[in-house]
Every structure is written in C-alpha cells, then in structure tokens.
C-alpha cells in the first residue's frame, strides 16, 4: 500500500479512536476540521520536504483559511495526531511533536523572537503520548516530556518533564500521586482532588 495512502488512513483511524463523536472514517474524512487541518500540513510538509517551498506555503494558507487550523509546513509532526475541533490551533515552523499527542483547540506552540534568530529552533518540542488542552499556549524551544499534560489555557515558557501535569498561567507542575478522576485537558485550577495517601 502506498505510504502516503497509508497515512491518512492511519490519521483517519486515530480521529474514530480519539473522538467518541465521529462513527467511522467517512464521517471524519468528511466532518472532521482537525483532520482537515493535519491533511493539508502532510501535503504541504511532503512538498516543503521536495523544496518547493513556496507552493507548500500556499497549500498551508489555503488550509488555514479552510479549516481555521495554521500548521506550518515545515513543521515535524509524527504518527497519531489528534486535533480536537481545530479551530485556532498554530503550530510553528521548527516546532516538533511526537506520537500519539492530542491537541484541543486554541493551542498555539508558537515561538519567541529572543530565540534562534531566523536559522535556529524557535518553537517548542512536544514527546509522545501528550496531551495539551484548549487555549494553552507552548512557547519557546522548550520540550514538554513524554505523558504529559497541559492543562486548558496554561501558558507553558519552561520545560515539562515527563510524566506530569502542568496547569496555569504561568504553568507550574501540579503534582499528586493519584487522581481521584482522570486528567481531563478542559481541567482548571482547584479542580482536581488528590485521593488521600
């Protein structure tokens, strides 16, 4: 089967797994903005790959302009990315993200101009198995660890390790052994109860 077939079949299994909402993949392949969003950032990024750069720049405008989704294509993104809704995400040019994260709307991993001039890393690098709630914003060329979580509007300038929850703005690590209820990325401040140890 043709690689590239293959991956938008894979993206397509990952929205029905991901979004208890959509039944099957022609109704994500037809209804789904985040996937919209991810198969016009795997077209572009394969022609941004070919050097053809400003073509892949117009398929990426076109995208945004479609799908309210800004990825830029130059952008590294791995398997089994989940955009939830979609609308306002903003992924960044040198911004990298592993396997298996999921994305909420509003999230920007957006870069800061006191980093790297025009040639260097500006945006952040998100590990597998992440999940980063809606409105937050990943700043910088920070990494963010594997299994973490950002909770809903946390802005995030330093490093998350792995493993933990990151909640606030500025966010700062929210540690607890247990969870009386699972991470839900719509979480705010005060919401979570620590079962007693």
Not at 74 to 89: E, L, P, S, T, Y
């Amino acid at each position: 089967m043709n690689s590239n077939f293959k991956q938008i079949l894979q993206d397509l299994d990952t929205i029905v797994a991901k979004d208890p909402a959509t039944t099957g993949r022609w109704e994500a392949f037809l209804c789904s903005p985040g996937y919209h969003g991810i198969l016009f950032y795997r077209l572009s990024h394969r022609l941004w790959q070919k050097g053809w750069r400003l073509s892949a720049r117009l398929l990426s405008q076109f995208g945004r302009l479609l799908t309210g989704v800004e990825i830029h294509p130059g952008a590294q993104i791995g398997k089994n990315f989940f955009i939830d809704h979609g609308m306002g995400v903003v992924i960044g040019e040198t911004a990298v993200i592993g396997d298996n994260v999921t994305m909420y709307h509003g999230v920007t991993l957006g870069g800061t101009k006191s980093y790297g001039g025009k040639s260097g890393k500006r945006h952040p690098t998100v590990e597998d198995n992440v999940v980063i709630g809606a409105g937050a914003q990943v700043l910088g060329p920070i990494t963010v660890g594997k299994n973490a979580k950002v909770g809903a509007n946390a802005t995030v300038v330093k490093d998350v390790p792995q493993n933990t929850t990151v909640i606030g703005t500025a966010a700062a690590i929210f540690s607890c052994a247990q969870w009386e209820k699972p991470f839900c990325a719509a979480s705010v401040p005060g919401s979570f109860i620590c079962k007693a140890s």
